[in-house]
């Protein structure tokens, strides 16, 4: 299999497990109360969805949940989007398709002489619409005229972009992301300027017409943000010379500005409207070749939580775990950016430090394509999967949550010393200065009482002062070693933390966790909040918790400054026939393994789940289902019994937790599935419900590295199979839904 870029596992702390926890739920009066109330509230588990919260100041209107109307579609290996019947799709764009009619059409074959820096990036992830008014301002309102900005995950299937795969010491047919097969070598500077431009974000205008929405080519909002990207480093003021004393590099000595934006997977929308592009797995785009220096302790401490290469290449370790962009040139900054080995005298003669300039939040205002983005170092330096706001209030701070994607890692929470301002709508890039350069960062524990704490990530805390694994200098070393701040504190450990969401309807926050494997879940290694450990029902991928689970919780008072929260587990992942691990009593209509996009519809209430899964693949491709969502607490305690084979013997135990109200295949259906390989991810909709937007990843995942480009549509031909574009490899696309009778979408 090849090496997944989501695939990491950095996070080596103590940070509690099970038997901790444990002990704490049983001195803990209160959870008996919490217990009673979900029982009740079981009893009623239907259709009904509650009530808007006032408390949080939406309309009435916003996020209703209604039944879902359409029958589920069943699983499904094709090569195929499948919808349900009455609904259908036309592709809004696919990867390499052009945003002036100066560059040619994607031949996809390969051949392409520009370097794609004015082509729809690769990997379609999280997007948003933005609508722009009569003065070409932007409108919360839908005016038929919008700019759609798409994330652009991962260069893992850059081998579709070249004729003959990706080349390395002038062997080609090669596909980067099988680390540890590379010999040491140059790569041609076309593929490689090809690779980092694939990357960053595509914003792109859209009009509608009678024919549905629709992309404008030639239009002057139209804008790659890629890797190459000039960007400015922002945050808290009073740290802000020590945090670009981080960043200093030889492309810019003050650390003030840095380039480009990596491996951006799910997205936030500020109330202000701007776009915020989450920096995930990045760490595996650098490399410190064959013979060169090292870095100092410190810095090989940082990277070594981030999954960053921290040792120089060996003659007996020659395997690049990178995509080769450094060897181009050692002169030219494009490229030698990518050796983050210490070349020069001192931090700011080489790119020791270019590692610290990713791992952001990223505002870009996709109405201003002049505007330079920002990398919000206040929100902190982890694996940004996405950065959901939760319900603004007028007066009252901002809170945004995010989660860190890798196996054991954690959820946090930003919060704005900004108060919202309405009149900040349409404020650009001077509003997110505003809002999210000063502020506080906690990281999230879950306690087994159903309740969780926010724990202020601050430099004067004695467990962050006093940290052995890393010692933190000051704030801004807290802000951008996250991950080393979150462990200090005893944040809990959390089954790979994916999308998350906010419930428009009573301002829940709901965030995928898509699983995590045998080394950190076993029946003994088991809190609360990550409470399975078990086997595949068919062994394909493993042990652990192979298919994930979806947790949700409520800040206390609704207040985005509440110091605590109530949680409970949405729902299970599961194959139906996987017996005691199907808690959520999934069926052959509904059932789903490792949930990662997540997003609530304003317009039906409906929330939706994506998966990027590789343990049902035997039966289905990755999916998107809809769910009426409910609310924490509407269910009750369950003992989940845990069974699992660990180094040969079998080991058992017990976890108690907190399960959401049985949703049944009346509140959760499978709405969508996707073609081979590809991962369902981003989405969103019109104002009106009745346009839903969404994005296919990497179809044909699977395909072997192989120069023969017959060979390449082996395990997909999508979408030019249904239709769209030319024959020749896969290609990620955007899917503009809609239904037949024109009616909101999965009501
Ligand atoms: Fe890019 Fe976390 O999936
Ligand atoms: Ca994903
Ligand atoms: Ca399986």
Not at 202 to 208: F, P
Request: with cysteine; proline share 4%.
């Amino acid at each position: 299999m090849a090496h997944d870029f989501d695939d990491d596992s950095c996070n080596h702390s103590t940070n509690e497990h099970f038997q901790t926890v444990l002990s704490q739920a049983l001195e803990n009066p209160s959870r008996r109360r919490l217990i009673q109330g979900g029982f009740g509230l079981a009893t009623l588990s239907g259709l009904a969805m509650l009530p808007g919260c006032a408390s949080v100041g939406q309309s009435a209107a916003a996020g209703k949940a209604a039944a879902l109307g359409f029958a589920s579609v069943d699983k499904s290996i094709l090569d195929n989007v499948i919808l349900p019947p009455g609904y259908s799709f036309k592709i809004l764009h696919a990867s390499g398709d052009p945003l002036n009619a100066s560059v040619p059409a994607y031949s996809n074959r390969g051949v392409e002489s520009d370097d794609w820096s004015a082509r729809i990036g690769d990997q379609h992830d999280g997007m948003d619409i933005y609508y722009i008014d009569a003065a070409g301002k932007y409108s919360v309102k839908d005016t038929g005229r919008a700019v759609l900005s798409v994330n652009h995950e991962s260069s893992a299937e850059a081998h579709f972009l070249h004729a003959k795969g990706q080349t390395s010491n002038g062997i080609s047919g090669r596909k980067f992301d099988q680390f540890g097969q590379w010999d040491l070598g140059t790569r041609p500077e076309l593929e490689v300027l090809k690779e980092i431009n694939l990357h960053g974000v595509s914003v792109v205008e859209l009009s509608k017409t009678a024919a549905g929405w629709s992309y404008k080519l030639d239009s002057p909002l139209n804008r790659r943000v890629t890797a190459q990207t000039p960007v400015r480093i922002t945050g808290p003021s009073a740290h802000l010379a020590d945090i670009r004393a981080l960043m200093a590099t030889r492309y810019d000595r003050s650390g003030a500005t840095s380039r480009g934006t990596l491996n951006n997977c799910g997205h936030g929308k500020t109330p202000w409207g701007t776009y915020l592009a989450c920096e995930e797995n990045w760490a595996v785009y650098f490399q410190m070749p064959l013979g060169s220096n090292p870095v100092d302790a410190k810095a090989m401490a940082s990277r070594k939580r981030y999954g960053v290469v921290n040792t120089p290449l060996t003659s007996a370790n020659k395997a690049e775990r990178s995509q080769g962009w450094h060897t181009v040139s050692t002169t030219d900054d494009r490229f030698a950016r990518w050796n983050i080995a210490a070349v020069g005298a001192t931090a700011a003669e080489d790119f020791r430090n270019e590692p610290n300039t990713f791992g952001f939040n990223v505002e870009i205002d996709p109405l201003a394509p002049n505007a330079v983005p920002a990398k919000r170092v206040a929100m902190g330096r982890f694996a940004h999967e996405a950065a959901v706001c939760g319900l603004p209030k007028v007066g009252a701070p901002l809170a945004f949550y995010m989660g860190c994607d890798s196996r054991n890692e954690y959820i946090y929470k930003f919060v704005s010393t900004a108060l919202w301002d309405a009149k900040d709508v349409g404020g650009g890039m001077a509003a997110g200065d505003k809002y999210l350069s000063e502020g506080k960062l906690y990281a999230a524990k879950f306690n087994a009482d159903g309740k969780g704490q926010w724990i202020e990530m601050t430099f004067a805390d004695p467990r962050i002062a006093n940290h052995t694994a890393y010692r933190f200098a000051n704030q801004a070393d807290v802000l951008v070693n996250a991950r080393h701040a979150a462990d200090a504190l005893g944040a809990t450990k959390m089954d790979r933390p994916e999308w998350g969401a906010v419930n428009h309807s009573n301002g829940e926050i709901y965030f995928a966790l898509t699983n995590n494997n045998a080394s950190n879940r076993t029946p003994v290694k088991v809190d609360a909040a990550n409470p399975r450990a078990y086997m595949d029902a068919d062994g394909k991928k493993g042990a652990g918790n192979p298919n994930g689970h979806i947790i949700r919780f409520k800040e206390d008072g609704h207040s985005s400054t509440a110091m605590g929260f109530a949680w409970d587990i949405f729902v299970f992942g599961a194959e139906e026939d996987a017996g005691a691990a199907n808690l959520s009593g999934l069926t052959a209509k509904n059932a789903f393994s490792s949930p990662d996009g997540l997003w609530f519809s304003k317009a039906t209430g409906i929330c939706w789940i994506q998966t990027d899964d590789g343990a049902m693949t035997d039966e289905t491709n990755c999916m998107l289902l809809a769910a009426v969502p409910g609310q924490v607490g509407d269910g009750g305690k369950i003992t989940v019994s845990n069974t699992m084979t660990v180094n040969g013997a079998q080991v058992t135990g017990k976890q108690d937790t907190f399960i959401g109200a049985a949703l049944g295949e009346a509140r959760l259906r499978r709405f969508l599935v996707a073609p081979k390989g590809a991962e369902v991810t981003g989405i969103t909709e019109t104002e009106d419900g009745k346009t839903l937007f969404v994005n296919i990843q990497h179809p044909g995942e699977n395909t072997p590295a192989m120069g023969a480009a017959a060979q390449y549509t082996l395990e997909s031909g999508w979408p030019a199979n249904q239709g769209y574009g030319p024959v020749g490899r896969p290609r990620s696309a955007t899917l503009v839904i809609t239904r037949q009778d024109g009616g909101l979408i999965g009501v």
